[in-house]
């Protein structure tokens, strides 16, 4: 079994200022990693996603997550968000792409 | 590349209809599709998942003859909603795969379900 816990259910920001996202995961095995953004009444686009190989996956938009194994986490991280960032964002875990999301989070940026 | 469309992005309906809504790959083969529901200000749950030319496999608490799900072709898999009631009001997003090539999901645009 896998779950994801994605541990602010909201997170305000100012433009301009940077904004991390945080994630964690159980499975008991290895799993792929992903991050989604969903602009309102749309679905879901990828971000960045983690297979293998190095820990740090930069993504568009210029956002970038790292994997943690020991901490089991996949926390998303951007240095300086715009307006046009305000969106759910998702974290997901899965294997053979049968994926379990967590509950997202909303970030809102303002002026 | 790699774009879903999903028709309609917007239903209303009397109680006790069905409705139908269609997931497309429109540039690639999609070996297997996703449908997903979800609620206002929650994640994404999926109700099953379907395979070309197979029966889908629906997800604990999903009922099959509720949501019927069509995978007949490479490009194509439908969701049909049946005898629709006001709790089925939601919001339906597909994904689709290839798993040839080892695609992630690709998501269509979602519909949002509402029955009066």
């Known amino acids: 079994a896998q779950s994801v816990t994605q541990l602010d259910s909201q997170v305000p920001v100012f433009e301009e200022a940077p904004v991390e996202l945080r994630c964690n995961y159980s499975s008991s095995v290895s799993v792929y990693l992903f991050w989604y953004v969903q602009y309102p009444n749309q679905g879901l686009q990828l971000l960045l996603k983690y297979l293998s190989g190095s820990t740090l996956v930069k993504g568009i938009n210029g956002f970038e997550a790292e994997f943690n194994k020991s901490q089991t986490s996949f926390h998303l991280r951007k240095p300086s968000v715009h307006i046009s960032d305000t969106a759910e964002y998702f974290c997901a875990v899965g294997r053979d792409y049968k994926l379990s999301f967590g509950a997202g989070t909303t970030v809102t940026v303002r002026a | 590349g790699a774009v879903v469309s999903q028709h309609p992005s917007r239903v209303i309906c009397k109680s006790g209809t069905s409705v139908k809504i269609e997931c497309r790959s429109l540039?690639?083969?999609?070996?297997?599709m996703f449908w997903y529901r979800q609620f206002p200000k929650q994640s994404l749950m999926l109700m099953a998942t379907s395979n070309e030319g197979s029966k889908a496999t629906y997800e604990q608490g999903v009922e099959k003859d509720k949501f019927l799900i069509n995978h007949a072709s490479l490009t194509l898999s439908t969701l049909t909603v049946t005898s629709a009631h006001p709790e089925d009001s939601s919001f339906y997003i597909c994904s689709a795969r290839n798993d040839v090539y080892n695609q992630p999901q690709h998501f269509g645009d979602g519909t949002r379900l509402s029955i009066l």
């Open positions: 540039d690639f083969q999609a070996t297997t």
